[in-house]
């Protein structure tokens, strides 16, 4: 194998990571019949990003390397505040998808609307 043919596989590699994430993403969606952000979407944009941004060095392309480099920034951002909030289970990458409307098994999904967080007391106050 070529040194170019090297950095052609590496990149489509990346392209290959960086779009597993709206296929993830599109099957969560239908499983619940509403639109979700897995876990999952976010970890295969960090492998897919950080893959294309070592290509983009290779290639010494300025655009390609900031546009990467800012995706890296935000969705480990996203994975940051997920693990910080209550929403997330201890094994969130148990699955790849959201389970089926109705089930609790521990898996946990980024909705895109405001998040519900589980019941912890959320119920008002019933004290005067």
């Known amino acids: 194998m070529s040194n170019e043919q090297f950095w052609l596989s590496v990149g489509f590699v990346g392209q290959a990571f960086f779009s597993m994430r709206f296929v993830v993403q599109w099957i969560a969606s239908e499983r619940r019949k509403e639109s979700v952000i897995p876990v999952a979407f976010w970890f295969f944009s960090i492998g ?13 392309d300025p655009v390609f390397i900031l546009g990467e480099g800012a995706g890296i920034f935000i969705y ?53």
């Open 48 to 60: 897919g990003g950080l893959t294309l941004f070592t290509y983009a060095l290779h290639r010494l």
């Open 76 to 128: 480990s951002r996203n994975l940051y505040l997920i693990g910080a909030s209550n929403v997330v289970s201890p094994e969130p990458m148990r699955s790849l998808v959201a389970p089926p409307p109705g089930r609790t098994d521990g898996h946990v999904t980024q909705r895109m609307t405001e998040p519900q967080l589980p019941d912890q007391g959320n119920e008002p106050d019933p004290s005067p």
